[in-house]
């Protein structure tokens, strides 16, 4: 059984706050590093805590995707790639477990030094590390590989290479990054970048590989075969260099992963009923409970595994972009809010099984308290009061209906706030003072038919507030390119956040983000207390500080009412065929076993 797991959700917060308070002078260790305090395991440790070290090796599992891939290279910000490629075929210097909030042990390096003020970090390769075409690791493809992603790579790399002062080679097998600000999570972002082979794409452009050609890395897995749109197949490599390192046992137990590709849900949900598929994960708790009775289910073949976790709720949901009117307006965003019938929308969508998002980081130790703001928290939102919106500082909460369809008393909310802000209904139209109709679209994803039916749901109660919406299903090449550069009204949304916020943060809600394209800040977030306070959170060495800031960042982005949010995903629902086997030690993250199969195992019998 695995009791284990639910007797570490009690202590969370006390273990949070454990990590946070140890003094940061002790943080530095060889072997690995954490971002507060020492990581749980010692120098010898013998595998991962959550992985099984005699887990067989062998066997085949089939995965799927909607949409498609026009890449290999999950590298780079142009086209499209099959989003499991950079999780399953290449490593970094340091490997996360994720038993941890935050702690990272060696991979390609064997140990790594950093001062106390975490101004630079050096990393030591292992000198048995290869790539997967046997050539080894040296520093030289260490520094390229920084040097490519931070300036031609995917913007999610680039903005950590703007925080390096240099980055030099200090011996035969080390390196060494200087930082040019003060942030002590740079030591621990630097040994997360993926390490590529520089040989590889001499004489070649780097930004504009195709669907024939994956860059070589070091991780256990390589592309054996793929055909655009259809399928990617990825093979063991039989001479992975990493296969008897601690970090290692019990992981990357599968012969081949395979992921096939599907127009949408459905078809591919039919796939797995049928059984081309091994494993789905189910988002749905309503389909979870009443989709999956088909024949394979009640033999036995396929198994429901519900797997917890610790996480944050993150954010899922509608996002609003305030870059174009009426979206601008907050009032129109809450009048918005306000319309969206979310007990009514749960009940019929997923049997009302799964809790609402309340907040960017609910369902943890970090997510905002109800009521006003108070103490820290409080200290660190009032110096921008005048520019935080209703609620930040006093108190705020989505609103709830009756569970009604009608939802009369919300509806009449939102009219007055659609008042307020110079809408009124002409002729059965929502109209503002020059005549213009308030009508926008959703720019959907081909596929995603659930969020087309919450759509379909709420443009009936928006009808009766004189809106008039529609819908954009396009293809995943478009839904892509399109969110890339902000050109939508509305478009789903979703965001998962750890237990450790840390750099991402800018990438997904700064300042930066309103005007550069191709970053996560898809809402246009433009706050300067949102901006003040991710370096609040990062430069925090105490666990006052730390949560007050990550609360109170909490308030600024939920109370912008940058996002209208349905359902969290409280629990991973993975569907599998019988032969899966995971171990019954789950981590603080238990959730990412689904996502990433990496201590699951084939047994036939």
């Keep these: 059984m695995r009791s284990n797991f639910f007797s570490k959700i009690a202590s969370t917060l006390a273990g949070i706050t454990l990590l946070l308070s140890v003094n940061h002078a002790t943080a530095e260790s060889a072997h690995g590093i ?102 080894p690791v040296t520093v030289d493809d260490v520094i390229w590989s920084y040097e490519t992603l931070g300036t031609v790579g995917h913007l999610r790399y680039r903005g950590f290479w703007s925080k390096i002062e240099s980055i030099t080679q200090t011996g035969p097998r080390k390196v060494r990054i200087v930082f040019n600000t003060e942030d002590r999570e740079l030591a621990l972002i630097a040994g997360l970048r993926p390490i590529l082979k520089k040989g590889q794409w001499e004489g070649k452009d780097f930004t504009t590989s195709g669907p024939s050609e994956a860059p070589i890395g070091t991780g256990a897995y390589v592309v054996a075969a793929s055909d655009p749109g259809r399928y990617v197949s990825l093979q063991r490599n039989p001479n992975y260099w990493g296969e008897n390192l601690p970090f290692r046992k019990g992981t990357q137990n599968f012969d081949e992963m395979r992921v096939e590709f599907f127009g949408d849900q459905t078809v591919l949900f039919e796939a797995f009923k049928v059984g081309e598929l091994t494993a789905v994960r189910e988002y749905n708790a309503g389909k979870w409970d009443r989709g999956y009775n088909f024949p394979a289910v009640q033999s036995g073949d396929v198994v429901k595994s519900e797997i917890p976790h610790q996480r944050p709720s993150g954010i899922t949901g509608l996002a609003m972009n305030t870059r174009r009117a009426p979206f601008d307006d907050w009032r129109v965003r809450e009048a918005l809010l306000y319309a969206f019938n979310f007990e009514y929308i749960n009940g019929t969508v997923t049997g009302g099984t799964q809790p609402r998002i309340t907040s960017y980081y609910s369902n943890s130790a970090l997510g ?67 005549g213009e109709a308030f009508e926008f679209s959703v720019l959907l994803r081909q596929g995603d038919g659930e969020m087309q039916t919450i759509v379909e749901m709420y443009a009936r109660s928006l009808e009766r507030l004189g809106i008039i919406i529609t819908t954009e299903t396009v293809d995943n090449a478009q839904y892509v390119s399109r969110q890339n550069d902000y050109d939508f009204d509305m478009t789903r949304y979703r965001r998962d956040l750890s237990l450790s916020p840390g750099n991402e943060q800018y990438l997904y809600w700064g300042r930066s983000g309103v005007n550069q394209t191709g ?73 990412r076993l689904g996502f990433m199969p990496d201590v699951w195992w084939y047994e036939p019998n």
């Design 519 to 591: 970053t996560r800040n898809l809402m246009g977030v433009d706050s300067p207390a949102v901006e003040a306070l991710i370096p609040e959170m990062l430069n925090a060495i105490s666990a006052e500080h730390f949560i007050s800031a990550v609360r109170a960042l909490d308030r600024a982005l939920t109370t912008g009412r940058y996002v209208i949010p349905i359902w969290q995903f409280d629990k991973g629902r993975i569907a599998h065929a019988k032969e899966l086997q995971f171990p019954d030690r789950l981590p603080l993250y238990g959730d």
């Design 368 to 434: 905002m308290n109800p009521g006003p703001a108070k103490g820290r928290v409080r200290d660190l939102l009032e110096p921008y009061a005048d520019t935080l919106l209703p609620g930040a500082l006093d108190g705020y909460s989505l609103p709830m209906s009756d569970g009604t369809e009608r939802n009369r008393k919300n509806l009449r909310i939102a009219t007055k706030l659609l008042s307020e802000a110079g809408w009124k209904v002409q002729d059965g139209v929502l109209q503002n003072s020059t």
């Design 34 to 135: 954490a971002m507060y305090g020492q990581p749980d395991l010692p120098e010898d440790f013998s595998s991962l805590p959550y992985a099984n070290p005699n887990a067989p090796k062998g066997g085949r599992v089939v995965f799927g995707n909607t949409g498609g891939f026009d890449t290999l290279n999950p590298f780079v910000q142009k086209g499209t790639a099959p989003w499991q490629l950079r999780f399953w075929g290449y490593e970094s210097l340091m490997g996360r477990s994720w038993d941890e909030p935050f702690s990272l042990y060696g991979l390609l390096a064997e140990s790594i030094e950093t001062p106390d003020d975490r101004s630079w970090v050096e990393f030591t390769l292992r000198p048995e590390a290869r790539f997967s075409d046997g050539s």
